[in-house]
Structures are given as structure tokens and as C-alpha cells.
Nanobody, 124 residues
């Protein structure tokens, strides 16, 4: 089992920045492929970013590429999502996710473990 706890959400003006954190416990963190998804009101959950277990590879949705950066600190058992140049359409609940089955060119092979989510609201 893997437990994931997100933090760092909040209210920010358009053009601003936020950094989300996701702390993992329960499994060897360094072997986890990690990801971020988001869900806006009335919309389906969508992929945002993923990072390989080593941190060497990342993959981003086109909508956030160049604005968001995902990183992994194996010593702290934590992943981060640095979000810059935020837009109102980035408003959503952001979920951290993890998997142990490996990396593909488009992210983790699966996303089996999920956190509870953290709200990000971007005002115009």
C-alpha cells in the first residue's frame, strides 16, 4: 500500500505561482512512478504530469507544458509540482498518484494509488 498526502493548494491570481507537494509513505518511495491529475467542476479528471521513479524522465499534458514542472526528492519521499503563469482554467482539485509498474513514454504505466486532493483556485 502507498499513502499519499497532498498540500500546497490555495487561491492565487492569474499569472501567479503555487507549488504543490505530495508526501508518500508505505512503500519504497524511490521505486514509485508518480503523477499529478486534476479535476475541475463538471469535468472529468485529466492528466497533468508524471515523473519516473528515478526522476530522470517527465511527461506533461500539452496544456501545462512550459508552465508546470514536476520534480521528485527521494530523500524526502516527496514529489512537487511547481506551477507558474497560472490561468483561471487551471482551477481544479489536484490529485497526486503513484504506481510501481513502471514508466512509459507517456507517463506511468498505471496509476493505482491516489491522494485525497488539494484545491487550486486561480482568480482572473
Amino acid at each position: 500500500q502507498v499513502q499519499l498526502v497532498e498540500s500546497g493548494g490555495g487561491l492565487v491570481q492569474a499569472g501567479g505561482s503555487l507549488r504543490l507537494s505530495c508526501a508518500a509513505s508505505g512503500r519504497t518511495f524511490s521505486y514509485l512512478c508518480m503523477g499529478w491529475f486534476r479535476q475541475a467542476p463538471g469535468k472529468e479528471r485529466e492528466f497533468v504530469a508524471a515523473i519516473s521513479w528515478s526522476g530522470a524522465y517527465t511527461y506533461y499534458a500539452d496544456s501545462v507544458k512550459g508552465r508546470f514542472t514536476m520534480s521528485k526528492d527521494n530523500a524526502e519521499n516527496t514529489v512537487y509540482l511547481q506551477m507558474n503563469s497560472l490561468k483561471p482554467e487551471d482551477t481544479a482539485v489536484y490529485y497526486c498518484t503513484a504506481d510501481m509498474t513502471g514508466w512509459t513514454p507517456s507517463g506511468c504505466r498505471k496509476y493505482d494509488y491516489w491522494g485525497q486532493g488539494t484545491q487550486v483556485t486561480v482568480s482572473s
